[in-house]
């Protein structure tokens, strides 16, 4: 059964950092591009950043860039996510996403784990 | 990046079709073969429901429909059901490989 448990997750203040963890089985998470993807609350859906299956093309939503980073390590089945100069904006529930291989869609996806940024 | 653009409700009463519209520009929606439709209930992760304008995944009930004109998508709900009372993004992969998601549009099932 694909899974993948995000952790991480928490209370920080304005300018500050977190790095989340997603950790992922049941399929060979080596050949999979993955991404992060967050949602504020009572908000929609935002694209944050994607990882290619070797970690050597990545991509970031304009609203993170030069603050976020993403990495993976293919040995530990785990993606990351370092959030730098975090504002309040980024206050939102963080999920991983497994990209398909045959496609541009995410079709698994993890429960989330929630970051807050406030004095 | 800036988001797509999907109706902010739509409703039904069970039984009947409903289509939830997401609009974009030629540099995604328009220009892309891949948008994908996802659910999400209250305190849920996001479930795909159509890949590629059209394509079903296994397991997805075959009352979820997908297509495309020019730089519109749309999902169609035939059928409606309880269950299917949910939120609903579209999502496009655009040409700076990017994604991105719509504004998202809650189904009520009256």
């Known amino acids: 059964e694909v899974q993948m448990v995000e952790s991480g997750g928490g209370l920080v203040n304005p300018g500050g950092s977190l790095r989340l963890s997603c950790e992922a089985s049941?399929?060979?998470?080596?050949?999979?591009?993955m991404n992060w993807v967050r949602q504020a609350p009572g908000k929609g859906l935002e694209w944050v950043s994607s990882i290619s299956s070797s970690g050597s093309s990545i991509y970031y939503a304009d609203s993170v860039k030069g603050r976020f980073t993403i990495s993976r390590d293919n040995t530990k089945n785990s993606l990351y996510l370092q959030m730098n100069s975090l504002r309040v904006e980024d206050t939102a529930v963080y999920y991983c996403?497994?990209?398909?291989?045959?496609?541009?869609?995410?079709?698994?996806w993890g429960q989330g784990t929630l970051a807050t940024v406030s004095s | 990046q800036s988001a797509l653009t999907q109706p902010a409700s739509v409703s039904g009463s069970p039984g009947q079709s409903i289509t939830i519209s997401c609009s974009g520009t030629?540099?995604?929606?328009?220009?892309?073969?891949?948008v994908s439709w996802y659910q999400q209930h209250p305190g849920k992760a996001p479930k795909l429901m159509i890949s590629?304008?059209?394509n079903r995944p296994s397991g997805v009930s075959n009352r979820f429909s997908g297509s495309k004109s020019g730089n519109t998508a749309s999902l169609t709900i035939s059928g409606l059901q309880a269950e299917d009372e949910a939120d609903y993004y579209c999502?496009?992969?655009?040409?700076?490989?990017?994604?991105?998601f719509g504004t998202g549009t809650k189904v009520t099932v009256l």
């Open positions: 996403a497994r990209e398909s291989r045959d496609g541009f869609h995410m079709d698994y």
């Open positions: 049941g399929f060979t998470f080596s050949v999979y591009p």
């Open positions: 030629s540099s995604d929606v328009g220009g892309s073969k891949y």
């Open positions: 999502n496009s992969y655009s040409s700076s490989s990017t994604y991105v």
């Open positions: 590629d304008v059209s």
